[in-house]
């Protein structure tokens, strides 16, 4: 009798259970695009019309359409909409306003969504992207108790702003036309649009004071260091992208973004015990290096080394440091003779400002740096534009030409801090 019931209850069980559970959806919605056609090509500020039929055998519940690049990174504002319907006409358009991208191939994207499936369809476009161009030369000035920026281009000088002193640091983030400065000896840190499109923002000092602020002309964010360990990067107006963290009692006098990698000199108090770490870009710790020589900069020299230039005993050190293994080699010592500054030319090419001179290093065709002038520049920037290296005197600005002669020189207006090279599109 009781084998009968519990056989009873089973039953009872499983009637209510099938009865009680949802019916599945194993059909995904289908998407025909009607427009963009493949292969259409676009200029920068075009339209791209969208028009597309979406169909589902029971319900629709979401449909977008956005632009990707080849990375499938999407690069322009989604647009979305929340449907209820089996059937729908997706009609919107996506306006190309983003100035930042390159000449190339692009996918269009459009997303359907049902209440369980997603279905997605890419279309290959092209987009036709704006030239870059060089809008001058932007040197921080320190005069008296003030900083100011300056631009020097067709041989002109024009004052950018005027800002109250001590300078500690300066950048100018070309992707997003801003120029920021960082007040000694903690901060604050602000940034002024050079073109109407950002609105001024603001960072004040935080976990014991601010230590540096650096900006590349081919990286998306600028990038900030905070003693106790912490790297942030900021992207538009003070957005924060993301942080990275070392140990306490570290703080980064330096850092680099290299692809997938954000490479940090991190420094401790202590002497002998400072550091290179690198990180993934979500954040994850890649590896360690002990280093402890003076360094000077940090630029690119592929998607997965650097140079470092360095002082140490009064002799300057040129090394490429592999971001994948923690090896340095390629090392070059200059013997009683500082490196000042350092700066990245084309593919594999770097040029060295030491006391005595400038070098140039080119790694396709020489095997060691090769003296190109005795100008005792104090900063150096290639302008990959016009193929020119542009430096800085105690009292000059300079334009070399492919024989690494003069050719515009300016006077500068008060004691050089940084120069940089100002690109738009």
């Not at 003069?406 to 940089?420: A, D, S």
Request: net charge negative.
């Amino acid at each position: 009798m009781r084998i009968h019931i519990w056989i009873l209850s089973a039953l009872l069980y499983t009637f209510l259970t099938l009865g009680c559970k949802k019916e599945s959806d194993e059909n995904p919605p289908t998407i025909e695009v009607l427009d963009p056609i493949e292969n259409t090509s676009y200029n920068t500020f075009d339209t791209i019309p969208i028009k597309a039929l979406l169909k589902d055998d029971k319900v629709l519940t979401f449909a977008s359409a956005e632009l990707q690049n080849v990375d499938l990174v999407t690069v322009l504002p989604l647009s979305s909409k929340n449907i209820n319907t089996p059937e729908y006409q997706l009609v919107t358009s996506l306006i190309i306003d983003n100035i930042q991208l390159t000449s190339g191939k692009f996918y269009v994207l459009i997303t359907a969504k049902d209440e369980v499936n997603t279905t997605r369809s890419f279309t290959e476009i092209h987009v036709n992207g704006l030239p870059l161009i060089t809008k001058g030369y932007m040197v921080y000035e320190s005069i008296g108790d003030q900083v100011e920026l300056h631009n020097y281009f067709n041989g002109n000088d024009s004052v950018v702003w005027i800002k109250e002193g001590p300078f500690k640091d300066g950048l100018v983030d070309n992707y997003h036309q801003q120029a920021g400065y960082l007040q000694e000896s903690d901060g604050p840190f602000f940034t002024l649009p050079l073109f109407p499109l950002f609105n001024p923002w603001e960072l004040p000092p935080v976990q014991g004071g601010i230590t540096f602020c650096n900006a590349q002309s081919d990286q998306v964010g600028i990038q900030i260091g905070y003693k106790d360990g912490t790297l942030a990067i900021f992207i538009e107006e003070g957005n924060l992208r993301k942080t990275y963290q070392s140990d306490q009692d570290y703080y980064p006098a330096l850092s680099l973004l290299n692809e997938d990698n954000v490479i940090v000199w991190q420094v401790k108090d202590e002497p002998d015990q400072n550091r290179i770490e690198v990180f993934f870009i979500g954040g994850a710790l890649k590896q360690v290096s002990t280093y402890n020589p003076e360094i000077v900069n940090l630029v690119n020299r592929s998607e997965n080394e650097v140079f470092m230039g360095a002082n140490e005993n009064g002799n300057g050190i040129l090394q490429t440091y592999n971001l994948d293994n923690g090896i340095f080699f390629d090392n070059h010592d200059f013997i009683d003779n500082p490196i000042v500054s350092l700066c990245q030319g084309n593919h594999g090419v770097v040029f060295i400002a030491t006391e005595q001179g400038i070098y140039k290093y080119d790694t396709n065709s020489q095997s060691v740096p090769s003296p190109i002038s005795d100008i005792q520049a104090i900063h150096l920037e290639w302008d990959l534009v016009n193929q020119v290296l542009v430096v800085t005197t105690e009292n000059e600005l300079m334009v070399l030409n492919f024989s690494w002669d003069p050719i515009i020189t300016y006077p500068l207006n008060g004691v050089p801090e940084k120069l940089m090279v100002w690109y738009s599109k």
